[in-house]
């Protein structure tokens, strides 16, 4: 069974960082890309970063292009978000998830975490 388990949220204040994790297990074949999404309240869900299954390639949205880094670790199937210079308006519950193609749209994605509650506020 596939499960992806989301950690390293919490409070932060405007300006400071958080490193998120995504734990995957359960694939079987080929590696699956994962990517980071993030709903805030009164939006819609919103692509982050996500990182290809071969040759590690990543992509961010604009929002966070310089901001966030998105990694995998030496577990193929760990990837972590690194999040400096945080805004307010990072501010939502964060979804990693795993899929075939290396995408920030959701349908794309197979697999979801329950997310983990990002608050940027001081």
């Known amino acids: 069974q596939v499960q992806l388990v989301e950690s390293g949220g919490g409070l932060v204040q405007p300006g400071g960082s958080l490193r998120l994790s995504c734990a995957a297990s359960?694939?079987?074949?080929?590696?699956?890309?994962i990517g980071w999404f993030r709903q805030a309240p009164g939006k819609g869900r919103e692509g982050v970063s996500c990182?290809?299954?071969?040759?590690?390639?990543?992509y961010y949205s604009d929002s966070v292009k310089g901001r966030f880094t998105i990694s995998r670790g030496k577990d193929k199937n760990t990837v972590y978000l690194q999040m400096n210079s945080l805004k307010p308006e990072d501010t939502a519950v964060y979804y990693c998830?795993?899929?075939?193609?290396?995408?920030?749209?959701?349908?794309?994605?197979?697999?979801w975490g329950q997310g983990t509650q990002v608050t940027v506020s001081s």
């Open positions: 998830a795993a899929g075939r193609s290396t995408v920030l749209s959701g349908s794309a994605y197979d697999y």
């Open positions: 359960g694939f079987t074949g080929s590696y699956y890309a």
């Open positions: 990182i290809s299954s071969d040759d590690n390639s990543a």
